[in-house]
């Protein structure tokens, strides 16, 4: 692949499958800049609105149901963000950040419909991660210090909003093999083995075009 290429690359993830740390090291291999919450920050500040509302959204589906009823100080209904801010503004907020970030060059994308935003784009490889579920409970009860009915039950109701999120937004499936260029099992290799079985993927897709 020539350097003066620019790839993209997506990553759709189920929790606790390493998905995240699968994303940084092919990053790191392809030379890219990598986004996962950091598009949150640029969506922020494309738009001007507080970033802990991008946070708040943050693949999640029915936000704005709940916030528009605290009738808070800064929400009301005849308010700026009542008439301008709906989720579908976040969304696109956040559609225009990922674009302008691959748009600059050569990038990872974790989560957030990457893959459908940038679905117009060429040198675009989409990927999911799943792993076991006995590995992702494991694996959530170290990073949350919780335990393992509690990490079942974070996997189940985070996994939902995901996938409402992203069937609402993009009208594919999340998670299943059609949506993606690639669906893989972290639990086979590990995520440093399934990283390097990726690139190999990438590198060979790219070389003989697409």
């Not at 606790?16 to 598009?39: H, P, Q, T, W």
């Not at 969304?91 to 302008?100: P, R, T, V, W, Y």
């Not at 974070?154 to 949506?179: A, C, L, P």
Request: hydrophobic share 35%; glycine share 10%.
């Amino acid at each position: 692949m020539s350097k003066s290429e620019n790839i993209i690359i997506t990553v759709g993830r189920q929790i606790g499958s390493g998905g995240r740390v699968i994303a940084g090291i092919l990053a790191e291999e392809f030379g890219c800049g990598m986004y996962d919450k950091e598009i949150l920050n640029l969506a922020a500040k494309e738009s001007g609105f507080c970033e802990k509302f991008f946070e708040q959204n943050d693949e999640k589906k029915g936000f704005f149901r709940s916030l528009f009823h605290l009738h808070t100080p800064y929400v009301s209904d005849n308010s700026f963000y009542s008439n301008k801010f709906s989720q579908e503004s976040l969304f696109q907020f956040q559609s225009d950040a990922i674009i302008k970030a691959a748009e600059k060059g050569s990038c990872v994308f974790v989560g957030r419909c990457a893959d459908y935003v940038l679905r117009n784009r060429k040198n675009v490889f989409n990927i999911f991660i799943t792993a076991d579920i006995g590995q992702r409970i494991n694996a959530v009860c170290k990073r949350m210090d919780c335990d393992r009915a509690t990490a079942r039950k974070i996997i189940t109701d985070g996994e939902n909003s995901r996938s409402s999120y992203y069937n609402y937004y993009t009208g594919k499936r999340w998670g299943h093999g059609e949506s993606y260029d690639l669906c893989i099992n972290s639990s086979l290799l590990g995520p440093e083995g399934t990283a390097e079985f990726i690139a190999e993927l990438i590198r060979k897709q790219f070389r003989n075009g697409q």
